[in-house]
């Protein structure tokens, strides 16, 4: 994991996942998209298809892997900034 620590903040970089979910079949599965593209060899084309951007981080905390839009309830969040989610080091 690569983290840079400036200070009293450290930054932690957003990772991205796009994922393709089929509208018409819900029991097909949500695949990553160069799941599908190898498995149907073809892009997802609307309206049937519908491509997800999930945006994931690792918590500094407990070392977990957590949505970004959960970290805004972490008192320690400080703020998004060009790909990184920046959190303060201690709660002083």
């Known amino acids: 994991m690569v983290l840079k620590r400036i200070g009293e903040y450290i930054h932690t970089p957003i990772r991205t996942i796009k994922v393709v979910v089929d509208i018409e079949d819900i029991f ?48 320690k969040f400080v703020r998004r900034y060009k790909g990184y989610v920046c959190c303060r080091r201690n709660l002083v």
Request: hydrophobic share 35%; with cysteine.
């Open 28 to 75: 097909k599965p949500p695949l990553p998209i160069e799941s599908f593209v190898k498995i149907y060899g073809a892009a997802p084309e609307p309206p049937r298809y519908r491509v997800i951007s999930i945006e994931v981080v690792t918590c500094v905390e407990d070392k977990a892997p957590v949505l970004v839009t959960e970290c805004g309830g972490c008192p």
